[in-house]
């Protein structure tokens, strides 16, 4: 897909247009026992609160389920997410954010989970990306499975964690695995990407999405759920549909 551009304008692919793909019901399946196997403890690491949740909250609950630790490392607060609401600063953001998070992690019964906030500023990832390499290798070990961002997701700070979270594994030799959230937006629905060569589809019992969906109406900043916001959400319903879906998609 190196000459589709990863552009996040507009409305993007409704998840009709997903329920249509011939590519994405044809990819093959994969088990979380199977993601999980011999794993010590199950890292996600998160550009912004609500990635995770996003894009691994049934592998967590499976995770979590097989008595396997769950260590979430939140990269940014997502402080920077509405720019122009002056009801909606980043300080107050980042509190929300993180409040949301806690909130949504309980609704997962994932209330042990450790959450390790780093706190670098949202949209700047990048620049820091050699300082967040060396963060997220000091909190790995070699019986590590990693969760991160696909390194082509289309958002720079999804894409400089993943490049991250991939050098800092292989730094300490843990398992890595990627997941997409933004590349639902742009992706070709007809074609499959060829860097989707090793990607699965991890399915979901129904309890699990239930418990995936009440998370993710948590994150009441992103979904438009407070007061004091006069702008569109960042993830309005048919941004949210997208992972409402009975599994959840790894690749590598």
């Known amino acids: 897909m190196g000459a589709v551009a990863r552009r996040i304008a507009g409305q993007g692919n409704l998840q009709a247009d997903w329920e249509a793909s011939r590519w994405l019901q044809a990819l093959p399946e994969s088990t979380a026992s199977a993601v999980l ?18 894009g691994c909250a049934g592998i967590m609950q499976s995770a979590a389920a097989a008595g396997i630790a769950i260590h979430v490392i939140s990269v940014t607060d997502g402080e920077a997410c509405y720019p122009d609401q002056p009801l909606w600063p980043p300080l107050r953001l980042r509190d929300a954010r993180r409040w949301e998070l806690a909130s949504a992690m309980r609704e997962l019964g994932l209330d042990g989970a450790r959450v390790t906030p780093l706190g670098l500023p949202d949209g700047g990832v990048t620049a820091r990306e ?37 050098a800092a594994a292989a730094d300490k030799r843990a398992r890595v695995r990627q997941y997409p959230v933004w590349a639902w937006h742009w992706l070709d629905t007809h074609a499959a990407s060829s860097h989707w060569t090793t990607a699965t589809r991890i399915p979901m019992s129904t309890a699990a999405m239930k418990r995936k969906a009440t998370a993710i109406r948590a994150f009441a900043t992103q979904i438009g759920d407070v007061e004091g916001l006069n702008c569109e959400p960042i993830l309005p319903h048919h941004v949210t549909a997208r992972f409402h879906r009975p599994f959840e998609v790894l690749i590598g």
């Not at 390499?133 to 000091?138: D, G, K, L, N, R």
């Not at 070699?142 to 894409?159: F, K, N």
């Open 37 to 54: 196997h011999d794993a010590r403890r199950l890292v996600v690491i998160s550009p912004h609160p609500d990635d995770e949740v996003l």
């Open 130 to 166: 050699d300082e967040l390499t060396q963060a997220v290798a000091s909190q790995l070990v070699s019986d590590d499975v990693v969760l991160a961002p696909w390194v082509l997701d289309g958002h720079p700070d999804h894409e400089a964690v993943g490049r991250a979270a991939l």
